[in-house]
Nanobody
Framework: QVRLVESGGGLVQPGGSLRLSCAASGSIFRIDAMGWYRQAPGKERELVAIINSGDSTNYADSVKGRFTISRDYATNTVYLQMNSLKPEDTAVYYC???????????????WGQGTQVTVSS
């Protein structure tokens, strides 16, 4: 019912930057919180950053000062600007949205398929 499509991942050298995008589409009435999660090989999926409808944000300690999450309400898009990337940032990054849908009117959580970010020399 709601589709999230991530883009912007790729291979980057340590210290480099990437900007991830996630566009939501479908029968959306309103999106509340949007966030980015990541999962590295052999590790559990972890929260990277969340931005809610009031634009308050929450970041994992490991990315504070380096990553910035933002939203474009007109296009239902969430971004993650990643600077000063480290090898330990290597993971599949997933977009998440808590949204109210139309037909039926309900709230649910939706996930994108993920985009690979690899930080390596």
């Amino acid at each position: 019912q709601v589709r999230l499509v991530e883009s912007g991942g790729g291979l980057v050298q340590p210290g480099g930057s990437l900007r991830l995008s996630c566009a939501a589409s479908g029968s959306i009435f309103r999106i509340d919180a949007m966030g980015w999660y990541r999962q590295a090989p052999g590790k559990e999926r972890e929260l990277v950053a969340i931005i809610n409808s009031g634009d308050s944000t929450n970041y994992a300690d490991s990315v504070k000062g380096r990553f910035t999450i933002s939203r474009d309400y007109a296009t239902n898009t969430v971004y993650l600007q990643m600077n000063s990337l480290k090898p330990e940032d290597t993971a599949v990054y997933y977009c998440n949205a808590d949204a109210w849908t139309l037909g039926p009117y309900r709230k649910a959580s939706f996930w994108g398929q993920g985009t690979q970010v690899t930080v390596s020399s």
